[in-house]
């Protein structure tokens, strides 16, 4: 857990309302291991919960006003729970999407007070935006004696997502995000929302490779990725991509136009990998779940065509080096970070050896980032 955020938050909430925090709740980013794009398609995906963090630390109000600082913008949001409006706050309109979410679904809600802070980096592909709905989320359902429910808060967040930020992103992050497990990836049945904890197997680390490249318009993409998967689902007459088999796919796949056919069969094959790589790790098979892992890259490159130049420099220096069971693009894509399976003893190692490589063949400065798989949103 970090330390030094939790002290951040509860300090500065001191130094602002000259009293300690009554309550202090965090919620974490994630990286997909594999499973990508799967989600939206009523499909499985392994995320983890990572070691980096939304935390918050508030107190009560008894009227229904909210009020936030936060650390990060050096900057006061406020906003009233009985009249919602979109005012293009950025990181605010997290909170108040959840708020919104919330009363939509029939929540009394009470005001609260606090400050915030995060270490997710943002835009990364890391989830920092559901890491914040589920941290306000958390902060809501305590400040007005809610029930805490993950996977209900994780549909809420996924609603403020959706309706209110107007990002048609499927349930993944914020599931994970609401029910991480420490040492553990979860695996996901996004349609049932059912949940499998998979050990992740003693000495090997997972290490995010940030390329320090972000894209614009990854909105409109996936926004049309996923509408091409509602073309397939329809040509197979299923309600989700998630209802065909590889056979069932290659017994039609013929009379399917090009490009439908070739993310159809990502999404398809995807779903097979991901259940696959979950007996893998609970087996302890890394290098078969690395292989899972590159053969997840190569269908997001071709098929889906989600990847980018820099992207795939990164997976493939990271497949090279040694210690490394696999390595692929992890979350939307077109920028932001890949993911990589590596030996516990190689991990130090690797990470100076693809800082190195990378920077001199992009002449860009990456983020690399050991991390550990880390517990849900929770009240600490
Ligand atoms: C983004 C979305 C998720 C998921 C991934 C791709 O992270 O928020 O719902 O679709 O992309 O796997």
Redesign the pocket.
Known sequence: MNITLRHRVEQEFSHRFEQLPEYIVRAPGRV?LIG?????NDGF?LPMAIDRAVWIALRKRSDRIVRVYSLDYAQWMQFDLRQLTLDNSEWGEYIKGMAYALQEAGYELQGWEGVLAGDVPIGA?L?SSAALELASGRAFSVASDLPWDPAEMARLGQQAENKWMGVQ?????QMISARGKAGHALLIDCRSLEVRQTPLPDGVAVVILDTATRRDLVDSA?NERRRQCEAAARYFGVKALRDVTFDEFTQREAGMEEVTRRRARHVISENERTLEAAQALVDGEVTRFGELMNLSHLSLRDDFEVSSHELNVMVELAQSLEGCFGARMT??GFGGCAVALVAGSAAEGFARHIHQQYQSATGLEPAIYICSPADGASLV
């Open positions: 997909n990508e794009h799967t989600d939206y995906v592909g989830s992103s499927g349930i993944m992050d996936y979350g939307a």
